[in-house]
């Protein structure tokens, strides 16, 4: 399944899925979309890109093994649900404030860092598992 169309245009499909996943991330707080289906999408990216071009490439460009990925991404979702005990509300309560970033007013929340969390926890845990799957041992 190597052939030289497929090699050539993974990189650019997975750089377009990989986009479209944080694409979904992003917008997954208040319409379809978020950690669980942005993961799904990024980790088929890089299934895809390793069934082109193979499992040396796909461990470089992720540049940190995969389970590291996923478990940051859990300590990300479980300091999202800390935080709400600091302002003295039940765990995994939604928390809510704006920064201004170069003068732009942005909105930041607790459900969005939780998405992210949980977007690193899929993306992690099923790309170890496709390039467990991917690896071959050499003949």
């Known amino acids: 399944m190597r052939t030289l169309i497929f090699r050539t245009m993974a990189p650019y499909l997975t750089s377009l899925m990989v986009l479209f996943s944080v694409f979904v991330l992003l917008r997954g707080h208040n ?34 093994h995969p389970m590291s990925i996923s478990g940051f991404g859990l300590f990300i979702a479980a300091v999202s649900g800390a935080l709400s005990m600091f302002g003295a509300v039940p765990f995994m309560t939604g928390l809510w404030t704006e920064a201004s970033i170069l003068g732009v007013t942005v909105d930041l929340s607790t459900p969005l860092v939780f998405d992210i969390g949980v977007y690193l926890v899929v993306l ?15 003949d």
């Open 124 to 138: 992690g845990s099923l790309t170890s598992i496709a390039l467990a799957l991917e690896e071959r041992e050499e």
């Open 31 to 64: 319409e379809p979309g978020g950690g669980f289906i942005g993961g799904l999408i990024a980790a088929s990216a890089f299934a895809i890109y390793g069934i082109a071009c193979g499992v040396s490439p796909v461990r470089r460009a992720l540049y940190f």
